[in-house]
Every structure is written in structure tokens, then in C-alpha cells.
């Protein structure tokens, strides 16, 4: 990937449980956001949060900005089976609006 | 609410055949961008529009061009189409004033073989 990496690669675990990804970067940033994407399908947007905002809450979605570490981490609180799907950070900054994407976290939720 | 528009959703071309994918923004955003995904790869930015003029340009070969019309609908024509190709291409928009979110459209899944 052209701009970190995601931590966990793949991720399962029981319907029910919480489920935190990581995503690192390396260039300084105006926002981070997070998508979804079920199995070859479009991106959905989950969150954005904005280069001097440390976290952010959306229903059972949880972000962390630590800029310092040029780190962020996402949690889904209360998974279930409908989360099954891949997770990307996306980083969009230095002038530039296009998004810098992670390797993404593939995320299994096992009933 | 309106999303993102694209067309057509899957595409089957030859080696050597052009190919033209199209992106219907939602209403009032006047910035696009192009995004190729390759199999199990994360979304690579190709090209990007603001107001029918490119704005910034990404890792896009250059058998492809792209353009933004006046109704900020966007046109990505590639040509001389190779096997690797083949992968998701996704459109987004925004505002670019007050920018936020980039909204993605569904996605056209190109198939070269």
C-alpha cells in the first residue's frame, strides 16, 4: 500500500464480541476516514475524523486519531454477522484531496 | 439520497479493445475522483476532477484519459485495454468546498480477457 498498513490483516471473531483494527500511516494528514466493503462490492463511508479530533463515535463505531503516532484505530462494539466484510482506512491531506488507502482488515463474524 | 451513479456496473472487453466508464455524481458535489481496485488490492487513485478541470493525477497509465462535463458527470476512456487491466473501478464525489466525506458509487467491475 502506498500508505501504511492495517493491523490485522484478517480478523474473526463470535458475533457479539468487539472488534478493533488498526491503520497506520505516513504523511501528515487533514482527515482519516473509514470504509467498508462487502466482497467486490462499492465503499461504504463509516466515519471521518478530522486531523485535530483524537475520537469520534457512531452508533457501535468507535475512531481514534493519535497523530503523534500517525495512527488510527477503528471499534465495533457489539459485532454481528452483517459486519463481515473488509475495512480500509483512507488518508486524504498535503493539499491533496484523493484518498490514500490501507491495506484494509478483513473482518469475519462467525454466528 | 441520491448516490453515486456509474455505468455500466460490469464490462467484458478483448485485449486491445477501448473501453468508456462513466460516473454520475451525486447533486451539487463538484469533484470527482477515480479509483482502481485490482483483485484483493486496496483502491488506488487514478485522476481527479473539480470543476471540469483536472485537478490531480494518480497512477493512471497513459492509454486512459478522463474528462468532467459541464453537468460534472465524468467519462474514464481507456484503450489498448491489457489482461492486467481488469479490476473494480469506483468513482466518488464531494464538495469541495466544506469537504467532507468522498461518496462512492457502486462500482464498474472491468473484465479484460
Known amino acids: 500500500s502506498q500508505q501504511g498498513e492495517e493491523d490485522p490483516q484478517a480478523l474473526s471473531i463470535q458475533e457479539g464480541e468487539n472488534a478493533t483494527m488498526n491503520c497506520s500511516y505516513k504523511t501528515s494528514i487533514n482527515n482519516l476516514q473509514w470504509y467498508r466493503q462487502n466482497s467486490g462490492r462499492g465503499l461504504v463511508h463509516l466515519i471521518l475524523i478530522r486531523s485535530n479530533e483524537r475520537e469520534k463515535h457512531s452508533g457501535r463505531l468507535r475512531v481514534t486519531l493519535d497523530t503523534s503516532k500517525k495512527s488510527s484505530s477503528l471499534l465495533i462494539t457489539a459485532s454481528r454477522a452483517a459486519d463481515t466484510a473488509s475495512y480500509f482506512c483512507?488518508?486524504?491531506?498535503?493539499?491533496?484531496?484523493?484518498?490514500?488507502f490501507g491495506q484494509g482488515t478483513r473482518l469475519t463474524i462467525n454466528p | 439520497a441520491a448516490g453515486v451513479i456509474q455505468s455500466p456496473r460490469h464490462l467484458i472487453k478483448e485485449k486491445r479493445e477501448t473501453a468508456t466508464l462513466k460516473c454520475y455524481p451525486i447533486p451539487r458535489h463538484d469533484t470527482v475522483y477515480w479509483y482502481q481496485q485490482g483483485p484483493g488490492q486496496d483502491p488506488q487513485f487514478l485522476i481527479s476532477?473539480?470543476?471540469?478541470?483536472?485537478?490531480d493525477k494518480g497512477s493512471i497509465p497513459d492509454r486512459f484519459s478522463a474528462q468532467q462535463f459541464s453537468d460534472y458527470h465524468s467519462e474514464l476512456n481507456m484503450s489498448s485495454l491489457e489482461l492486467g487491466d481488469s479490476a473494480l473501478y469506483f468513482c466518488?464525489?464531494?464538495?469541495?468546498?466544506?469537504?467532507?466525506?468522498?461518496?462512492f458509487g457502486p462500482g464498474t467491475r472491468l473484465t479484460v480477457l
Open positions: 476532477f473539480y470543476e471540469k478541470m483536472q485537478s
Open positions: 466518488a464525489s464531494t464538495r469541495f468546498v466544506g469537504y467532507n466525506e468522498q461518496f
Open positions: 483512507a488518508t486524504d491531506g498535503q493539499g491533496a484531496q484523493k484518498l490514500v
